[in-house]
């Protein structure tokens, strides 16, 4: 599911914070387009603060891939360490993020 939420992503060595994009998340993972093309390699140990509308949610993870898509670096993210409630409000966000998707009337 293609989302807009913002992230910051900060390497587990490093306490360098950067801005970038949730593109797609589930409770399982995520693609992240960072605002920088920064060195990151597969199986780098990752954290995340996921900025929600109503909370922010702080998640270890480990990159699967990663690619420099221009000036930016796009990887993608399998979540290690996420708390139930966490996983619930993945579960919330996605839902309401679908319902509006599907509330917008389309153009002909």
Same mark, same amino acid.
């Given at each position: ?12 060595? #490093?306490?360098?914070?950067? =801005? /970038?994009? *949730?593109?797609?998340? +589930? ?6 387009? &960072?605002?920088? #093309?920064?060195?990151?390699? =597969? /199986?780098? *140990?990752?954290?995340? +603060? ?6 922010? &949610?702080?998640? #270890? ?9 221009g000036k930016k670096k796009e990887i993608g993210v399998c979540?290690?360490?996420? #708390? ?25």
């Amino acid at each position: 599911m293609g989302f807009p939420f913002c992230i910051l992503y900060s390497n587990t060595d #490093s306490a360098r914070e950067i =801005p /970038g994009v *949730a593109k797609d998340i +589930s409770v399982d993972g995520a693609k992240i387009v &960072l605002d920088s #093309s920064i060195d990151i390699f =597969p /199986g780098s *140990a990752i954290s995340l +603060s996921i900025l929600l509308p109503e909370t922010a &949610l702080n998640i #270890s993870g480990k990159v699967v891939w990663e690619r420099n898509v221009g000036k930016k670096k796009e990887i993608g993210v399998c979540f290690e360490s996420i #708390s139930k409630q966490s996983q619930e409000d993945i579960h919330h966000y996605i839902f309401k993020y679908i319902k509006q998707e599907e509330d917008i009337p389309r153009r002909a």
